[in-house]
Every structure is written in structure tokens, then in C-alpha cells.
């Protein structure tokens, strides 16, 4: 009997009956997914895939204090339910004491869907959008382009059950899409990428003008050497190097003086003013079109993330407000190490505070500068100032007075986004972004373009 036969809630009920340990904790992820490719104005594959992991979480008391073992595997059956528990109560009693070992969370109220089937995506979910781009393609072919890319929708409703009598569900809808133009010869490569919750809210025809426009521009092309420029970076770069920014924000790090958020001699610098610009960086699982998890869902244990904590409910969180760092992400073993509020990791981030102004407008405004497209491949250079490295891609264009006057070279930069947020000058208006870097991890996020003045580009890329 396969364990689809059975439905996740009575997979999670069925193994916390199994469990002899001291404590357990069950995580059951139904998956679902479905996509679209396509190359040189055509549909290449479209499929649908469905899954289920379990996770396993036992914890056993001791002399010494408590451990974890964690064992996770796909397509589970019936007869390996037994098994798969035996060999988390086993990686517990062979481990050593858990550094963050808290109680089990108790006490949060039972979602009322616990017990429903998961929700499932299907290719019905591009029932609008697959004909609306088909007439991208159209257009694209009769405007001499030609369009490349995909479209993913995911569906995953995950339960969670402990010993402790916690039966939590949530369910979480993640779509994306990219879209590159080329240019026949390939020597000219525009990308534009959006983040959905259904496909409803994605217009093809507006993406393929898009990057008509920035086609046309690149029919100039100017040679430009290294050196810091005023940039304007679109929002899906500001994603990309918040998201970063936030990745590295763990309050223990920062306590023990391994981070840009430390301070020397000790402690951090929650409380310090990192910018002039009055910017709020935040996270909230009930942000409308980006709701995410409101509770945690830890698979496993490392950096700023507890087994332990499994279920805890998350709150909004202003990581930044109004210039000033307030948090730092921490879980309940953390923040007992460092005094910290507890601020668990949420899976969005909304940066706001900016002048309300388009991408468009902030163009207008730039007497000389760049414009950019998207980062790619992202590295950490120094964690003691988060100084980034990476590439520009799919276009960087010059702006004179007001106007993109052609497209230039690409560049390698040298850039930490703490440093840039305080030296920002001017934040756009806030809207729903794909980061490029960072789409396959984190996509939950709505950003302002920012406008820097001197942007270090450390030396010329050749890439497209």
C-alpha cells in the first residue's frame, strides 16, 4: 500500500503512535507541481509531478540533556513508517546532547484544516496565462525576437504533529516566471521575471513589451570601463541582496562578533541607525499576495533554525525600521544565548519607506547613470562587512538626461547591502519582485528600486 492511499494527517498521526521516544515531531510535505518551457517562440515540455517527504523528529532525554535525530525520505510506504521512526529515535540516542535543545511548543491552537486533504496544483493553473503567451510569441516573432524561459507553479501543504499535541497545517502556493528575449544573432539578451501565488496576476503581453523596449535599447551599444557609478538597481536586485542581508542576520553570529551586525568588544548593533533614508525592512506571514508559514516548520537544525521550535508562531517582524536595525533572527535557543527578542526566520521580506516613485520616474530623474536588469551568481567575499561579489546580466543601459541612451557592458561589482542602504539616496516605489539570484530558494518578496551614487563596479564582465 503506497502512503498516497493514506491521507497526510493519519501518516503524521499513525507515526507519532509509532514513536518510543521522549518527544516527536512529524512534518508531512505533499508537493505538487506543474510547468511550462519554452525556446525560440515555442512550447518545448510541460508536465506535472506529485510527491510526499516525511520527516522525523525524535528527541530522547538524558544525563547529560536532551538530542534529536532527524531522518527524512520520499515516497514513504506504509510498511517503512515503523522503520523511518526507529531511525530517528536511533540518530537521537547515538547523538550527543542538542546545543538547542528547548521543551516541544505547546499550546497553539489546532488548525482547523488538519485533517483535509492537500491541496494540489495542476496545469489547469495555466489555463489563461499559456494563451496569453502563446500571443507573446506571435508578437515576438513578427517584432524579430525571439522569447526563451519557463513557468512554475508549486502547491505544498504541509502537517505538522507532535508529541506535545500540536496538529498545525499550512498550505503554500509559489509561482514563477522567467522570461529572456534574444535577439536573432544572440547578441542581445533581455530578462524579465515575476513572482505569482496563481499565474492570475501575470500578463505575458506586458513582459514581452518590456523587453522590447529594452531589446531597442541595446541596439547602441557603448564600452564603458570599471569604476562606481550612480546605479539605479530594480527591485529584483534590491530582493537579491536583502535576501542575502537577512540570511546573514543571526543574532547569535552578530553576538559572538562574526558579522556585520556586530560590535567590536561584543554585543550587537540592534538599535544602530544604518542609513539616512526613513527605510523599514519587514516580514509578515499574513502580507496579502505574499502570505507565507505563521508558524515554524524546521526540517532540520543549524544556524538560526530548532527542531526544537517546530510550530511556534511568527509574528510580523521589522528587521529594520526607519533606518534602524530592531532585529536580528534568532530562535529560542539563540535568544536565550544573547538576550535577543525571539525572531524566527519568516519566508518574505517587504522592503517600504521609499518616494513612492516608478522604476520610470527615477530614470527621468538620473542626469548620468546606469540602469540595471538583475544580479547573478552572488558570493560572500568578507562576512565581517557582508561584501558581496556577482555579475550584472541581460543588460545594464546608460541614462542621459533623463533618457536610456544605449545598453553597455556588463560588470562584475564589490557591494554589501548594509553599506548600500546607507548610502542610498533615494528609494522608489515598492512592488512584488522575483529575485533572479535567489528564485529557487526565496520568492516572497516586494521591493523599491534603489538609487546609489556610486555603485562599485570592480572591473568589466563579458558576459551577456
Same mark, same amino acid.
Given at each position: 500500500? #503506497? *502512503?498516497?492511499?493514506?491521507?497526510?494527517?493519519?501518516?503524521? =498521526?499513525?507515526?507519532?503512535?509509532?514513536?518510543?521516544?521522549?518527544?516527536?515531531?512529524?512534518?508531512?510535505?505533499?508537493?505538487?507541481?506543474?510547468?511550462?518551457?519554452?525556446?525560440?517562440?515555442?512550447?518545448?515540455?510541460?508536465?506535472?509531478?506529485?510527491?510526499?517527504?516525511?520527516?522525523?523528529?525524535?528527541?530522547?532525554?538524558?544525563?547529560?540533556?536532551?538530542? #534529536?535525530?532527524? $531522518?527524512?525520505? @520520499?515516497?514513504? &510506504? $506504509?510498511?517503512?513508517?515503523? %522503520?523511518?521512526?526507529?531511525?530517528?529515535?536511533?540518530?537521537?540516542?547515538?547523538?550527543? %546532547?542538542?546545543?538547542?535543545?528547548?521543551?516541544?511548543?505547546?499550546?497553539?491552537?489546532?488548525?482547523?484544516?488538519?485533517?483535509?486533504?492537500?491541496?494540489?496544483?495542476?496545469?489547469?493553473?495555466?489555463?489563461?496565462?499559456? %494563451? *496569453?503567451? +502563446? =500571443?507573446?510569441?506571435?508578437?515576438?516573432?513578427?517584432?524579430?525576437? =525571439?522569447?526563451?524561459?519557463?513557468?512554475?507553479? =508549486?502547491?505544498?501543504?504541509?502537517?505538522?504533529?507532535?508529541?506535545?499535541?500540536?496538529?498545525?497545517?499550512?498550505?503554500?502556493?509559489?509561482?514563477?516566471?522567467?522570461?529572456?528575449?534574444?535577439? %536573432?544573432?544572440?547578441?542581445?539578451?533581455?530578462?524579465?521575471?515575476?513572482?505569482?501565488?496563481?499565474?492570475?496576476?501575470?500578463?505575458?503581453? *506586458?513582459?514581452?513589451?518590456?523587453?522590447?523596449?529594452?531589446?531597442?535599447?541595446?541596439?547602441?551599444?557603448?564600452?564603458?570601463?570599471? +569604476?562606481?557609478?550612480?546605479?539605479?538597481?530594480?527591485?529584483?536586485?534590491?530582493?537579491?541582496?536583502?535576501?542575502?542581508?537577512?540570511?546573514?542576520? @543571526?543574532?547569535?553570529?552578530?553576538?559572538?562578533?562574526?558579522?556585520?551586525?556586530?560590535?567590536?568588544?561584543?554585543?550587537?548593533?540592534?538599535?544602530?541607525?544604518?542609513?539616512?533614508?526613513?527605510?523599514?525592512?519587514?516580514?509578515?506571514?499574513?502580507?496579502?499576495?505574499?502570505?507565507?508559514?505563521?508558524?515554524?516548520?524546521?526540517?532540520? #537544525?543549524?544556524?538560526?533554525?530548532?527542531?526544537?521550535?517546530?510550530?511556534?508562531?511568527?509574528?510580523?517582524?521589522?528587521?529594520?525600521?526607519?533606518?534602524?536595525?530592531?532585529?536580528?533572527?534568532? &530562535?529560542?535557543?539563540?535568544?536565550?544565548?544573547?538576550?535577543?527578542?525571539?525572531?524566527?526566520?519568516?519566508?518574505?521580506?517587504?522592503?517600504?519607506?521609499? &518616494?513612492?516613485?516608478?522604476?520610470?520616474?527615477?530614470?527621468?530623474?538620473?542626469?548620468?547613470?546606469?540602469?540595471?536588469?538583475?544580479?547573478?551568481?552572488?558570493?560572500?567575499?568578507?562576512?565581517?562587512?557582508?561584501?558581496?561579489?556577482?555579475?550584472?546580466?541581460?543588460?545594464?543601459?546608460?541614462?542621459?538626461? +533623463?533618457?536610456?541612451?544605449?545598453?553597455?557592458?556588463?560588470?562584475?561589482?564589490?557591494?554589501?547591502?548594509?553599506?548600500?542602504?546607507?548610502?542610498? &539616496?533615494?528609494?522608489?516605489?515598492?512592488?512584488?519582485?522575483?529575485?533572479?539570484?535567489?528564485?529557487?530558494?526565496?520568492?516572497? *518578496?516586494?521591493?523599491?528600486?534603489?538609487?546609489?551614487?556610486?555603485?562599485?563596479?570592480?572591473?568589466?564582465?563579458?558576459?551577456?
Amino acid at each position: 500500500m #503506497s *502512503a498516497r492511499t493514506n491521507k497526510p494527517h493519519e501518516i503524521v =498521526e499513525r507515526a507519532l503512535e509509532l514513536s518510543r521516544a521522549d518527544g516527536c515531531v512529524v512534518i508531512a510535505d505533499e508537493e505538487s507541481t506543474a510547468n511550462l518551457r519554452w525556446a525560440g517562440n515555442a512550447l518545448t515540455t510541460n508536465g506535472v509531478t506529485r510527491g510526499r517527504t516525511l520527516t522525523v523528529v525524535a528527541t530522547v532525554d538524558g544525563q547529560q540533556g536532551t538530542a #534529536s535525530g532527524v $531522518v527524512s525520505r @520520499s515516497a514513504v &510506504t $506504509v510498511d517503512e513508517l515503523e %522503520p523511518l521512526v526507529r531511525a530517528a529515535e536511533a540518530a537521537a540516542r547515538g547523538a550527543g %546532547p542538542a546545543e538547542d535543545a528547548q521543551p516541544l511548543v505547546t499550546g497553539v491552537p489546532a488548525s482547523p484544516d488538519f485533517t483535509d486533504a492537500p491541496a494540489e496544483t495542476s496545469s489547469a493553473v495555466f489555463a489563461d496565462f499559456a %494563451p *496569453a503567451l +502563446g =500571443e507573446a510569441f506571435a508578437r515576438a516573432r513578427a517584432g524579430g525576437r =525571439e522569447l526563451y524561459g519557463f513557468a512554475r507553479h =508549486e502547491l505544498t501543504s504541509t502537517y505538522l504533529g507532535t508529541s506535545t499535541g500540536l496538529r498545525l497545517r499550512h498550505d503554500q502556493p509559489t509561482g514563477t516566471l522567467e522570461l529572456n528575449a534574444k535577439s %536573432p544573432d544572440r547578441t542581445r539578451s533581455a530578462w524579465a521575471g515575476r513572482s505569482t501565488r496563481d499565474f492570475k496576476d501575470v500578463d505575458p503581453a *506586458a513582459l514581452d513589451a518590456e523587453l522590447a523596449v529594452r531589446l531597442g535599447w541595446a541596439e547602441r551599444r557603448v564600452e564603458l570601463p570599471a +569604476g562606481r557609478y550612480e546605479t539605479l538597481l530594480p527591485p529584483t536586485a534590491v530582493a537579491d541582496l536583502l535576501i542575502y542581508q537577512l540570511w546573514s542576520a @543571526s543574532g547569535r553570529d552578530a553576538a559572538e562578533g562574526r558579522t556585520v551586525f556586530s560590535t567590536p568588544g561584543g554585543g550587537t548593533r540592534v538599535g544602530d541607525r544604518l542609513g539616512e533614508l526613513p527605510l523599514t525592512l519587514r516580514s509578515d506571514p499574513h502580507e496579502p499576495g505574499l502570505e507565507s508559514a505563521p508558524f515554524v516548520i524546521a526540517h532540520a #537544525s543549524g544556524g538560526d533554525q530548532s527542531v526544537f521550535d517546530n510550530g511556534l508562531p511568527v509574528a510580523a517582524t521589522d528587521w529594520i525600521r526607519a533606518g534602524e536595525l530592531n532585529r536580528l533572527t534568532t &530562535t529560542r535557543h539563540s535568544a536565550g544565548l544573547t538576550g535577543l527578542p525571539v525572531a524566527p526566520a519568516i519566508d518574505n521580506l517587504v522592503l517600504e519607506g521609499g &518616494t513612492g516613485r516608478s522604476l520610470e520616474e527615477m530614470v527621468a530623474g538620473t542626469g548620468r547613470g546606469l540602469l540595471l536588469t538583475c544580479l547573478w551568481y552572488i558570493r560572500e567575499v568578507d562576512p565581517a562587512t557582508l561584501l558581496l561579489t556577482g555579475l550584472t546580466r541581460d543588460g545594464v543601459y546608460l541614462v542621459e538626461d +533623463g533618457e536610456v541612451v544605449g545598453e553597455v557592458n556588463n560588470f562584475r561589482f564589490n557591494e554589501s547591502p548594509v553599506s548600500l542602504l546607507g548610502r542610498a &539616496t533615494e528609494a522608489g516605489r515598492t512592488e512584488k519582485t522575483l529575485p533572479r539570484e535567489w528564485g529557487d530558494w526565496f520568492t516572497r *518578496a516586494a521591493m523599491p528600486a534603489l538609487r546609489v551614487p556610486d555603485f562599485n563596479m570592480s572591473s568589466v564582465s563579458q558576459g551577456v
